[in-house]
């Protein structure tokens, strides 16, 4: 599988959009799926605001993926059949 391929079947996977839950420290789609656990303490714990930065990357990985998914990913369908 390439990695386009595998990107677009991640996409498929998930119901957009996604958002960060603070308390949680989860990513969960639109359903409420969990999308991913936010667990990096290592080094941010050691920063001032590490709670602060640990949820700012959280809601960084969200931006990131709602906007790769609205500017960048066509039709998963679409592009494994080559239509």
């Not at 303490?41 to 969200?62: P, V």
Request: with cysteine; net charge negative.
């Amino acid at each position: 599988m390439t990695s386009i391929e595998k990107t677009l079947l991640a996409i498929s996977t998930i119901d957009f959009p996604v958002h960060y839950e603070d308390s949680a420290q989860t990513i969960r789609d639109a359903k409420g799926m969990m999308i991913c656990d936010i667990r990096g303490w290592s080094k941010i714990q050691f920063m001032t605001k590490a709670q602060e930065r640990h949820d700012a990357i959280g809601n960084l990985i969200c931006n990131l993926l709602n906007d790769y998914k609205d500017k960048q990913v066509t039709d998963f369908d679409e592009m494994m059949l080559g239509v």
